[in-house]
């Protein structure tokens, strides 16, 4: 990858302030997913092995760091997220940490429209009984 020929170097230790310190917003993101990472370290991880706007593939999505450190570092993310509500968890970490929504490619409803939706389908098909 040859970092420090391009004017990025790296020991093997990284120092970063882990998601249980103790700070604003710790204790919803300990409850969204039990193995956030810091934004921070992904993003430099990403920034060690691309290219602004390259494509980062993340498989195992979780909570959606990796999509966040993308964004703030000028990549482009694809993830892959095999459980529901993790990904609901990953698309509104992303809505707060960009300020945008997120809208659905091929409706173009935005995903506040479509868990507004869900939601209301499911009291609905509750009260079916």
């Given at each position: ?32 997913h ?14 060690d ?11 195992f ?6 999509i966040?450190?993308a ?22 970490r ?36």
């Open positions: 990858i040859e970092l420090g020929r391009h004017g990025r170097s790296r020991s093997n230790v990284w120092h970063y302030a882990g998601v249980n310190a103790f700070r604003a917003g710790r204790m919803d993101e300990l409850r969204s039990p193995t956030a990472k810091p934004v921070a370290l992904v993003a430099d991880a990403i920034k092995c691309t290219r602004r706007g390259d494509i980062v593939l993340d498989t999505s979780g909570s959606g760091t990796t966040m450190a964004e703030r570092v000028g990549r482009h993310a694809r993830a892959l997220e095999i459980e529901p509500r993790f990904v609901d968890v990953a698309i509104r992303w809505q707060a940490f960009t300020r945008r929504d997120a809208v659905h490619a091929e409706t173009g409803l935005s995903f506040d429209e479509i868990a507004a939706d869900s939601a209301a389908s499911h009291k609905a098909s509750s009260y079916h009984g």
